[in-house]
């Protein structure tokens, strides 16, 4: 009986080697991620030259020299676009500006006129207060009047230079 399972055992073993020899499995076909990365790598191109800082070409910070003109000739230079659009722009910021420091200058003398009219009523000395006081407060209110017109200016020419057409 031993000898039987002995033989039964080894030939069925033979045949399982038999088998696993004769049955070899054809390699999985590869994905195509797979071949675009193979395909890839074997094309990538290596440089042909290296820049260096030698390559380069150095700046010069000096004007190119003008060209000699004849004698008498004119040359005609158009002012572009936005050289005209850059000047009207300089011109409005100035307008804005002096209106903002008519503004500024007109807050700052009504501040003024009421703490001179503050003081003029807390004060208690009337010769101070009808002599000092209140030149100072008629001194104010005109440079208040004179701001006023200023800002008024102001203002009218600045909306005169936004409004302008454009072209």
């Known amino acids: 009986m ?6 039964l055992l080894l030939v069925s073993a033979t045949a399982l080697a038999q088998e696993a020899t004769t049955t070899t499995t054809a390699p999985a076909e590869d994905s195509a991620l797979v071949k675009a990365s193979k395909a890839s790598n074997r094309k990538k191109a290596k ?12 700046p010069s910070n000096k004007p190119a020299p003008a060209k000699p003109s004849a004698v008498g000739s004119t040359i005609e230079v158009k002012a572009s676009p936005a050289d005209e659009r850059t000047a009207e722009l300089k011109v409005q910021h100035a307008a804005e500006d002096k209106v903002a420091a008519a503004e ?28 000092e006081l209140a030149k100072r407060f008629e001194q104010t209110k005109k440079q208040l009047a004179a701001a006023r017109a200023d800002l008024t200016d102001a203002r009218e020419a600045l909306t005169k230079v936004t409004e302008k057409p454009r072209s």
Do not use: G, S, W
């Open 2 to 7: 031993k000898r039987l399972a002995i033989a």
């Open 47 to 58: 440089p042909k030259h290296i820049i260096t800082n030698a390559d380069l070409k150095k």
């Open 104 to 131: 500024k200058h007109v807050i700052d003398l009504e501040k003024e006129i009421a703490r001179v009219e503050q003081d003029y009523y807390e004060e208690n000395d009337p010769t101070r207060r009808d002599k």
